[in-house]
């Protein structure tokens, strides 16, 4: 059964920093692309950054690049999204997918699963 398991949101003031993790199971990591979207409160769900699974590229939407970094550890079955340098508006419910390529900025091709979410707050 396919899984993803988003973790290490929480309450964050402005210009800190949070890593959080997407746990997979039920299938080999590093032969699908993974994004990692958000969604703020009355906003539409909007990709941030995604990994492919060719090279490990990266791409990030404008409004994250150069403070946020995806990364993959296939041994672990884990993505990470470090997020540094945080803002109010980078408050949202974060989730990652799996898709089959990285699509434009931070989007990814093809989605089949989803998983459930992690909060992010930032607030001082």
């Known amino acids: 059964q396919v899984q993803l398991v988003e973790s290490g949101g929480g309450l964050v003031q402005p210009g800190g920093s949070l890593r959080l993790s997407c746990a997979v199971s039920?299938?080999?990591?590093?032969?699908?692309?993974i994004g990692w979207f958000r969604q703020a409160l009355g906003k539409e769900r909007g990709g941030e950054a995604c990994?492919?699974?060719?090279?490990?590229?990266?791409y990030y939407a404008d409004s994250v690049k150069g403070r946020f970094t995806i990364s993959r550890d296939n041994t672990k079955n884990t993505v990470y999204l470090q997020m540094n340098s945080l803002k109010p508006e980078d408050t949202a419910v974060y989730y990652c997918?799996?898709?089959?390529?990285?699509?434009?900025?931070?989007?990814?091709?093809?989605?089949?699963?989803w998983g459930t979410g992690t909060l992010v707050t930032v607030s001082s």
């Open positions: 039920g299938f080999t990591l590093d032969n699908y692309a």
């Open positions: 990994i492919s699974s060719l090279d490990n590229s990266t």
């Open positions: 997918a799996r898709g089959g390529y990285c699509s434009g900025l931070g989007s990814v091709g093809d989605m089949d699963y």
